[in-house]
Nanobody
Framework: VQLVESGGGLVQPGGSLRLSCAAFGFTFSSSAMGWFRQAPGKEREFVGGISWSGSITYYADSVKGRFDISRDNAKNMVYLQMNSLKPEDTAVYYC???????????????WGQGTQVTVSS
């Protein structure tokens, strides 16, 4: 099982980034996917998640209206579109897979290695 994130980088406040997560080695189309982030000195926090079919999405209040999660089950990919980025969005972003959609990090079985997002002028 492998999850590989990409798309992180340095962006100015107000800018946008699109993170991608490629999944290998498990039945992606049957799995809910979550995005989490962890800033230095802080606990890992839930950003958003999407059900196996893509019909249900759920977001943390801090990103609601700015971030959008989508998935392509034919390509085993999940995406996190981040708009109107703020300095407080700076963190390492992780994708994770689980059988059901949950906001609790410890309930996810599989994790990627993370990709750094830095929002700074």
């Amino acid at each position: 099982v492998q999850l590989v994130e990409s798309g992180g980088g340095l962006v100015q406040p107000g800018g946008s980034l699109r993170l991608s997560c490629a999944a290998f080695g498990f039945t992606f189309s049957s799995s809910a996917m979550g995005w989490f982030r962890q800033a230095p000195g802080k606990e890992r926090e839930f950003v958003g998640g999407i059900s196996w079919s893509g019909s249900i999405t759920y977001y943390a209040d801090s990103v609601k209206g700015r971030f959008d999660i989508s998935r392509d089950n034919a390509k085993n990919m999940v995406y996190l579109q981040m708009n109107s980025l703020k300095p407080e969005d700076t963190a390492v972003y992780y994708c994770a897979a689980e059988n059901f959609l949950t906001t609790v990090a410890r309930e996810y079985d599989y994790w990627g290695q993370g990709t750094q997002v830095t929002v700074s002028s």
